[in-house]
């Protein structure tokens, strides 16, 4: 039998985190973030730059709970600001259409902000129907059905939650955009993992871990929606009468299952044992869906993006060492 690999449990000034885009991984060490991407070309283009937090100016954003929170924000938003990096790293932003010309050039740029701000707004929307809305109906509907309690409702609704959560990942991966970031998600993650267990970041190296890491976004996803669960079995049974306010109360404790379960999985992501493993286990299993093993290429671009969010620990001469292509755009 196969001895099992230790899990690597890295300190605070070590972890590192990061997150797959466009043909590219994103990695963030404290206040350094670099983005690289794999150019149509075949060539590595990087950003670097410096991003601070707004816990570094109050010490009630480092409050345990509460940094949770303001993590999972400005995660949002460094997350949909790299998203749009990557794209023009590779120069996708020149690639417009005819017609979004024609509109840009006779509405404006402020307009078409405007209607990209209205575009994310609703898809916010879209989420909370999806994820919030949509299950307490199924709980609803099946209550008519079947005589449960408020404990077996808060189940219902908890697993039908997950169960959308679910399709909807699986669904996803059908798109081959989809698809290849689930695989620059496993070259994230194995890079990582090769970088907390003090090995040389190479491509060989790199390829020997595993794809599945306990501080993942997937994993936190997993356990905010157990935590949610939990916490519906909680509330009072008189919410479950009156959807709209049950909608409300969930919107408003929201924070508090994003700030436990953001505890839950830094704890987890910096010790192991035999109960973690456990804990962390559903959460493990459910990055098989979010991630796919790398190639060689895939591997070289997370390596490239780690190295550079490290500066103190990796020199910049050594960001392309066995890397044979590579583009440094600097910073933009």
Not at 235 to 243: G, R, S, V, Y
Not at 290 to 311: F, G
Request: proline share 4%; glycine share 6%; hydrophobic share 45%.
């Amino acid at each position: 039998m196969a001895k099992r690999e230790k899990r690597a449990c890295p300190t605070a000034n070590n972890r590192v985190g990061g997150q797959a885009v466009l043909e590219g991984v994103m990695m963030k060490h404290k206040d350094f973030c670099a983005t690289a991407v794999r150019c149509p070309d075949k060539t590595i283009a990087v950003d670097k730059r410096q991003v601070k937090s707004i816990k570094d100016k109050c010490f009630l954003f480092r409050l345990p709970i509460i940094r949770g929170v303001v993590n999972f924000v400005e995660t949002l938003r460094l997350s949909m600001s790299t998203l749009t990096l990557s794209a023009e790293l590779q120069g996708i932003e020149e690639e417009k259409s005819e017609f979004e010309k024609k509109l840009e050039k006779k509405l404006g740029k402020s307009i078409m902000g405007i209607a990209a701000v209205i575009g994310g707004i609703l898809g916010v929307v879209v989420a909370l129907a999806m994820f919030f809305y949509l299950p307490m109906l199924v709980s609803k509907f099946v209550s008519l059905f079947v005589d449960m309690n408020f404990v077996l409702k808060a189940i219902v609704e908890g697993v039908s939650k997950f169960s959308i959560f679910l399709l909807y990942v699986w669904a996803v991966a059908f798109m081959p955009d989809i698809r290849r970031t689930y695989e620059y998600h496993g070259a994230e993650h194995k890079s990582i993992f090769c970088h907390e267990q003090g090995l040389p970041l190479t491509v060989e190296n790199v390829k020997k871990q595993s794809r599945f890491h306990p501080r993942c976004g997937t994993s936190l996803m997993f356990v905010m929606l157990l935590i949610g669960m939990l916490v519906s079995m909680c509330l009072p049974a008189t919410l479950w009468d009156n959807l709209f306010v049950r909608f409300l109360v969930k919107l408003l404790i929201l924070p508090l299952v994003v700030g436990v379960g953001y505890e839950f999985t830094i704890f987890a992501g910096t010790h192991d044992n035999f109960v973690l493993r456990i804990l962390t286990a559903p959460g493990l299993w459910f990055q098989r869906l979010t991630t796919r093993e790398p190639d060689a290429r895939q591997i070289e671009v997370a390596i490239v993006a780690l190295k550079s969010a490290m500066p103190h620990v990796y020199p910049e001469e050594s960001v392309f060492d066995n890397i044979e292509n590579k583009k440094d755009e600097g910073e933009l």
